[in-house]
Each structure stands twice: as C-alpha cells, then as structure tokens.
C-alpha cells in the first residue's frame, strides 16, 4: 500500500520534533493542508465494528443529562484505501472488557472481536485516538502483539502512560515491549496518509488525539475517540460525569468547543465518536459508516 510506505516516510522524520504546545487549539482549514501533503490516492471508504457494550445511564456521558439507559458502544474503525486499509484503534480481549463492567458483566461479542483481530493482521498501519484499554489493547496484549506492534503507531505520549500509568495492568508495557512499536512525536498537526492527518489533542488522557480523514469523495471525516462519550456533549459543550475519570477540564471544554463550531459550519464534515450508539447506528443507516470489516 503507497499510502502507508510514505506515511512511514513522515513518521520517522516526526519522531524527532518537539512538543511543547499546551492546552488545545486547531484550525480545520490547516489540517486540510496538512492531509494534502502525503500524494497518492485517498481513501474510498469507512467501516466500523461494534464488539462490546457498557451499559451506563447518560448523565456518565454528558454531565447533567437524564439518569435514564444508555449503552456506549466499544468500536474500532476500518479506513479503506484502494490498496489497503488502515485501523483505528485495536479492539480489547474479554478481560480488559470486563474491567470496564466494574463487576458487573456486560456485553461482548467474541465473534465481532474476531473480526477486528482479522482486520488488524491484514491491515497495512494501526493507530490509536488514546491509550485506554477498550483501544489499545488489542495490539498490546495476547498471541498477535509481536506481530501487530511493528506496525502499530503509538504517539511517545501514548507510550509513556503505557509505561508509567497504564489505565489497567493488563495494558502495562515494559520498556522492552514498547520497542516494538513505531513511535511518534509530533507538536500540534502530523500527516499520516493521504487525506490523513493527525491532531494532537490531550485532555480525555495526556495521548489523546483526534484523527481528520478526506475520502476520494470529497467526504470528510473527523474521529473524536473519547472527546464525548455521547454527540450530545459537543452539541452542548458539556463533558462527562463520570467519577473514575480524570481529565484536563480546560482542554476539553476547548475540544468540544471546536467540535460544535465544526459541527454547525462544516456540513460536509462528518465528526465521529467511538462510544455514541445512537451516532453509529444513525450513520450506518444513513451509508456514512459501513457496518462490516474487509
């Protein structure tokens, strides 16, 4: 796949350059350009897998929200150029799943996760929105990490809470373990692929990023990981409530803020979040996400 043999090009020349941008801010009109860099054809289509639930009332995703059932789903999303694909984020094995449930046992469809793990071997790069265990561990742990990891991209953020405070021990690295994957560092915009840039936006955890992808279409395509938990925390500017989180609250309000100004000014922009089950299903119904792996 061109696509990812350039990226490849730019990601080692990225692993050397400085971070010492704070807080967040982002300019769509800059990332454009930024995806513009890498030539070569861009991608004809997105795919995504759910392979787990949380059930969880919606006041945990959007502070001051109803006390009423909600599921969040657990997905990973497949890009699909015309010579190979691209993942993002890696799906998670039963044990991690059941760290999320707190003690109680929540859905996991083994069959789905399956599907991610054929989808990560025949893809041609991985990456992450962040390092939490429902995205990362299914390139850190069991029989396929050695083969997954040499080419899976981490940011050096990502590692470094691998490392040092890992949201669960089962997605802990050593330092020996953490050389198997590409690592970048990049100060604010790192283009990726063709139509593919990443935008550095620590908050939800210090390696949070969110990824902007341009299909031949024209469609435009926005992942926000676990900026919200729900689209209604960017409609209302409003974050999560949830006590077994912590985030930099000033980044995130500036995250979501630009979010719901792309969200009203930039329809032909399609903004994704990996826990909205209600965004999913609409998207699917509507053909903006395809609802099967390739």
Do not use: C
């Amino acid at each position: 796949m061109k696509a990812s043999a350039i990226a490849l090009a730019f990601l080692v020349v990225a692993s050397t350059a400085p971070t010492h941008a704070q807080g967040f801010s982002a300019d769509i009109g800059e990332i454009r350009k930024v995806s513009a860099t890498i030539p070569g054809a861009r991608a004809l289509r997105v795919n995504v897998i759910k392979f787990a639930e949380s059930r969880r009332t919606k006041n945990f995703s959007i502070k001051g929200a109803p006390n009423e059932p909600s599921i969040q789903a657990r997905t990973a999303f497949q890009i699909v150029y015309p010579d190979g694909t691209v993942m993002i984020d890696s799906g998670m094995d039963q044990q991690v799943h059941r760290f999320f449930g707190r003690g109680v046992e929540e859905p996991y469809f083994p069959d789905a996760e399956k599907r991610v793990e054929q989808a990560l071997v025949s893809a041609k790069i991985i990456v992450m929105t962040h390092e939490h265990g429902d995205h990362v561990a299914g390139v850190v742990r069991g029989p396929l990490a050695d083969q997954l990891a040499a080419k899976t991209v981490l940011t050096r953020t990502q590692v470094q809470t691998l490392l040092t405070a890992p949201q669960m021990p089962e997605i802990k690295l050593t330092p020996e373990m953490a050389k198997r994957y590409i690592v970048v560092d990049y100060e604010k915009y790192m283009p990726f692929a063709p139509g593919f840039t990443l935008i550095k936006s620590p908050g939800h955890t210090p390696g949070s990023q969110m990824i902007y992808v341009a299909l031949q279409s024209g469609k435009e395509y926005l992942f926000a990981g676990d900026v919200a938990w729900h689209m209604d925390g960017v409609r209302r500017i409003i974050g999560k409530d949830a006590p077994w989180i912590t985030e930099d609250e000033p980044s995130m309000t500036a995250e979501l803020t630009w979010l719901n100004g792309l969200s009203k000014n930039e329809k032909n922009l399609v903004i994704v979040v990996s826990h909205d089950e209600e965004q999913r299903l609409q998207y699917i119904r509507d053909g903006v996400l395809g609802d099967r792996l390739e």
